[in-house]
């Protein structure tokens, strides 16, 4: 099977214990953007939880299910890690759909690369991504996974505002955290919906999923996008 990859030029997030003091700590395709006034928690693994010990509990089956996820839709899984979702997102979305995994780290994209390759996923693709960018097609997702992942974006308002365009009409973007501290590896939920609605989303819906982990919410985008100077910045609670 021909493995799609698209790697790109990476500038990793180090030191990320406390917000940016700076503009000269950041990522400078980053500095049109608001800082976000939170700390960021560190990648310390590619897994949440086991596999064997998430499909028990039925997660992803009843993650999908909640984000009505569909035969010939297009998703995208950020922060695939070792593709716990993209592995179940492509027989989900079927022959006449897509998964775009993404990931920030190129030893990540390349480990899921050989996964998606030895369980013949044909309609999987992978894309290595960027701490402020995901670096999406515009117009292309009927579906945007983060799960257990938001908490680890270094640049939450530049991140979300060049996600927006990558959406189709009918687009959402699916979270799923903990209502916990950053700190703690979640994110309390009324800074999530405070950052969302930030750059131009709406929530639409809040679902009780501790089987998961804490919690999924869905927003849809609303309105025009703010521009990146205009953008208010939410208090970390």
């Known amino acids: 099977m021909k493995r799609a990859v698209v790697l790109a030029a990476l500038l990793l997030l180090g030191g990320c214990d406390a917000p940016w003091d700076d503009d000269s ?35 992803a089956e009843d993650v999908m299910d909640s984000a009505d996820v569909r035969p010939g839709m297009t998703v ?3 922060g695939a890690g070792d593709g716990y979702y993209t592995v179940r997102l492509a027989p989900r979305v079927g022959a006449r759909g897509r998964v775009l995994a993404q990931d920030i780290m190129p030893e990540v994209i390349e480990r899921l690369a050989d996964r998606v ?9 992978l ?11 515009a117009a292309s997702f009927d579906r945007v996974f983060m799960v257990h992942m938001y908490h680890e974006i270094g640049e939450p308002y530049a991140f979300l505002w060049r996600l ?4 189709r009409k009918g687009g959402q973007v699916i979270v799923v955290d903990g209502d916990r501290p950053i700190a703690e ?12 609605q ?40």
């Open 198 to 237: 930030a750059v131009g989303y709406k929530l639409v819906s809040y679902d009780d999923k501790q089987h998961a982990g804490g919690y999924l919410a869905r927003f849809v985008p609303t309105g025009k996008r703010p521009a990146p100077d205009q953008i208010t910045v939410c208090d970390n609670p």
């Open 127 to 137: 894309k290595l991504g960027a701490v402020d960018d995901p670096r999406l097609p």
């Open 76 to 78: 995208a899984d950020l």
């Open 164 to 167: 927006r365009p990558a959406l």
């Open 185 to 196: 590896h979640g994110t309390p939920f009324r800074l999530l919906v405070c950052e969302f």
């Open 117 to 125: 390759a030895r369980e013949r996923l044909d309609n999987v693709s």
């Open 25 to 59: 700590d950041r990522l400078e395709t980053a500095r049109e953007f608001p800082p976000a006034d939170r700390p960021v928690a560190p990648t310390v693994s590619t897994k949440w939880s086991t596999e064997e010990a998430r499909d028990r509990v039925n997660e």
